[in-house]
């Protein structure tokens, strides 16, 4: 396997300031001066996960920056790393087992602004979307940088056979890796998206397709929110009325979501050193999930049923309502 450029993201959308609370923004000091953008995602109070090579280069836990609870990074709080954890048979070369745990200093007091996502551990298949945020590069002009204010974009399952074209190996998207295929408008993601949470919607136990997605969103867009919000602001009276049939509604958006991969590499089928983002023969891979329970459980210490149980949204408190004390961190 060869691969390219590590993965910002490329004609995706802005989003609302708290619509995906359980998304991190990394800055790793891997030498003086020098500092590499990741995502991660938060999947206990005490645990992110994030890709290995994220991580491999950081010199200690202090040298990763943690952001949390906004999507404008300026507007985040911060919290220690304690403990970096990179799965032992990482190859930086092949990029095979791109996983790490980040175990926080001190626990995240999850609010409605900030909380957990429960991990997928199902099957994916071909034309079921996956969502991806993060801060990386918006644009392939030379120069560019990562931005300060998180954007989306979703993209479909790729077929296995044609991701082969780009790694004889691939087989199966419930092995390590899932393949994502350049959208037809040119969405993708691209450089300091690298970590990042890839989510899936999900329609009767299972993650919906691209039509579905677009329904729903349509569906929400008509009954007034001001954006489709997976996840989007809970708790917020921005989104739906204060009402109990609106809590009941926002109960359900919460279970209907999980974290299916991490964003990895992407590569093109000519394996260019550098493959444009965006390129119509390009794909993507990400670090499936599911694939690595075992690492995840034993670096962790949390059972695979706490990990996919849904979060309880009436167990979630907003900041204002909270009065910390020594060590507590809250948004």
Known sequence: MSFGQLKPIIGGSSVQPHEYPFAIYLSIETQPSWHAVCGGTLISDRHIVTAGHCLIHAPSAQAVKIGYGHTHVKQQEHVRAGRLIVHPQFNP???FNDIAIIELET????????????????????????????WGITSNAPGSRTV????????????????????????????????????????????????????????????????????????????????????????????????????????????????????????????????????????????????????????TGLSRSVLEAPLRLDRLVSKKNIKCKKNCHII
Not at 125 to 133: A, F, I, R, W, Y
Not at 175 to 202: K, L, Y
Not at 256 to 274: C, E, I, K, P
């Open 93 to 95: 070369r092949t990029l």
């Open 107 to 134: 626990p995240i007091r999850q609010t409605t602004n900030v909380y957990r996502i429960p991990i997928y551990f199902g099957s994916v298949e071909p034309g079921q979307v996956l969502t991806t945020m993060g």
């Open 148 to 299: 300060a204010v998180m954007n989306r974009v979703d993209l479909s399952i790729a077929d296995p056979s044609n991701c082969k074209k780009v790694d004889e190996s691939f087989v199966s998207n419930n092995g390590p890796f899932i393949c994502t295929g350049t959208q037809p408008d040119g969405r993708d993601e691209c450089s300091g998206d690298s970590g990042s949470p890839a989510i899936v919607t999900m329609q009767s136990n299972s993650p919906m397709n691209q039509r579905e997605l677009y329904e729903l969103r349509q569906r929400e867009l008509s009954e007034g929110s001001k954006s489709w919000g997976l996840l989007a602001r809970i708790g917020n009276s921005g989104l739906f009325a204060n009402s109990r049939r609106s809590r009941r509604r926002e109960k359900q958006q919460l279970r209907d979501v999980r974290l299916v991969a991490l964003t990895s590499y992407g590569d093109n089928t000519h394996h260019d050193v550098h493959p444009p983002c965006g390129d119509p023969l390009g794909f993507g891979f990400s670090t499936h999930i599911a694939h690595y329970v075992g690492f995840i459980t034993n670096a």
